[in-house]
């Protein structure tokens, strides 16, 4: 069941995903101020259809991948993100893990991430500290499981700017839900919104996050989150 993720694909033809962000980093403050989301508006456009199918274009195209982006469910969210689910571990933002784009709340910064749903976490512990801390140690156990897995998908220069751990997303600003995406992340990398990288340096970053996650989420040493023992984050089973 192995998707494989050629580097080698067909550049995207259908709108390229660094203008795509800075014109959603863009349109964002003047949709926000709405409150509501709004399928008419160009910037929802651009989170839910553009990125989702460019995304796409740069994927293999097989039956596991799914592409989502959103906004908010009738009222918006304090930033919008883009995700992509493997079918066989999720089709949610809201359970196991997942590549997803996520906006500072300030917009200065953009992430290309391997996450946790925070959904899950929230419902077992509310949002308090101790679900922060249970996402927190999640986090580590999967990353320290697929460490083999980041050595053989990454490049070297791509590992060289990988972060892991928290990210700040917050930029001095309020957001609980943030505040959780922050400690949901396994891998990231973080780019500058005023100096956004060329096109084809965001492609092979995609691509290549593209290829750890598929065998993540393929791979039988990388526990899901169903997988650990909730209070602890230790597996059950490997």
């Known amino acids: ?14 709108g390229d995903i660094r203008n795509l962000f800075l014109e959603l980093a863009e349109g964002w403050p003047s949709y926000y101020q709405g409150k509501k989301t709004d399928k008419t508006n160009p910037t929802h456009k651009i989170i839910t259809k553009a990125l989702p199918d460019c995304l796409k274009n740069l994927s293999p195209n097989t039956g596991v ?50 996450g946790l749903g925070v959904t899950q976490f929230e419902n077992r512990y509310g949002r308090n500290e101790k679900m922060l801390g249970e996402c927190s140690a999640a986090a580590d156990v999967i990353r320290a499981s697929a460490d083999i897995l980041k050595e053989k998908a990454l490049s070297q220069t791509v590992q060289s700017r990988l ?39 965001l492609e092979h970053d995609y691509k290549e996050f593209l290829s750890l996650y598929v065998s ?4 039988i040493i990388v526990p899901s989150v169903s997988d650990l023992s909730w209070d602890s984050a230790s597996p059950n089973k490997l």
Request: charged letters at 15%; hydrophobic letters at 40%.
């Open 65 to 114: 991948l799914q592409f989502h982006g959103s906004a908010g469910q009738g009222n918006l969210t304090p930033a919008p993100w883009i995700a992509v689910f493997h079918t066989e571990i999720t089709t949610t933002a809201r359970e196991e893990f997942y590549i997803v784009y996520l906006f500072s709340l300030d917009l200065s910064s953009l992430v290309l991430e391997i």
């Open 216 to 219: 993540m989420a393929e791979s």
């Open 163 to 201: 972060n892991i751990g928290p990210i700040n997303l917050l930029a001095g600003m309020q957001s609980r839900l943030h505040q959780a995406y922050e400690r949901c992340a396994i891998y990231y990398l973080q780019y500058d919104m005023q100096n956004l990288p060329a096109i084809s340096s």
């Open 1 to 14: 069941r192995s998707v494989g993720v050629s580097l080698d694909a067909a550049p995207n033809t259908k």
